[in-house]
């Protein structure tokens, strides 16, 4: 019998310091996936999701990412690759999770430029850059996750530049995963409902989250867990035909 273990895959996953992508993050590494998870400003809480990770028997480390600085890519590439060579002799990683994101609300007749462009440079242009950036490093046959939004599926008044990104991204999915099929990388587009993390300032009083549980087919608002679940999932190989799909986890919200 071959008693070799198979090495672990590693995911790297933008954002893992609080919410979603620290859901993402601890729920790959239970599934036996080794995480690179970067932060923006809390390094604490990125530290702390990794030993977390280290505590239970698995290996994670974390480093720092602004995805609105794309000037920084290449100097984070490298940083990425070093970190492979050091901790795990490899000079490739398997699976990539675009999920850094930030929120912004304004009517769109009160939406000034400065806000648009902050939007733009962490939901979208981000996302291209940095996707284009570590493509090479990614294993043949790897895949990459984009975080979109049910946002970019329906409608409400105060997110029109911020839902719209996320549709971009949506697309984007279907035409990376058009140009990266040679390599058989497939790449999906998971699009989280109403989740309960700080994101935007977080989901508000009683009353408020009372109407969005109203608008939900499961009746509650979701929690980090229930999307990084799911993300960690679609990452093993039960999913291997699963590509270019948009996927919400939304517990049927406004449908
Ligand atoms: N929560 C929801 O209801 C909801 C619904 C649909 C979609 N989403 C999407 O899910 C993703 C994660 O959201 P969340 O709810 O987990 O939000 P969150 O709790 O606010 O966490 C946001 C994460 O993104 C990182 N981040 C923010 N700005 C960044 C930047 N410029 N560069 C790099 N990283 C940055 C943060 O890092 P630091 O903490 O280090 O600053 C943090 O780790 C986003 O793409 C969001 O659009 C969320």
New binding site residues.
Partial sequence: MDTRKEPAKILLV?????????SIALNAAKRGIDVIL??????D??NAVANTIGNGGGKAVALH????QTGSFDSFAEQVAQLLRSEWDRGNFDYLVN?????QRALICETREEMFDELVD??FK?VFFLTQKLMPMIVDGGQVIN?????ARFAFPGVAV?GAL?AAVEALTRYFAKEYADRRIRVNTV??????????GG?GNENHRRQIASMTALGRL?E?DD?GGFVASLLSEDSRFVNAQRIEVGGGIMI
């Avoid at 999920?99 to 929120?103: L, P, Q, R, S, V």
């Fill in positions: 933008t954002g893992g310091s609080r919410g979603i992508g620290e970067t932060y923006n400003k809390n390094a809480r990125a990412l602004d995805t609105s999920n850094a994101g930030i929120a962490v939901n981000g975080i979109s939004s049910g946002l911020y996320k699009a989280p409902g109403a989740i309960d993390t700080e994101f935007g989901k979701g980090a999307v």
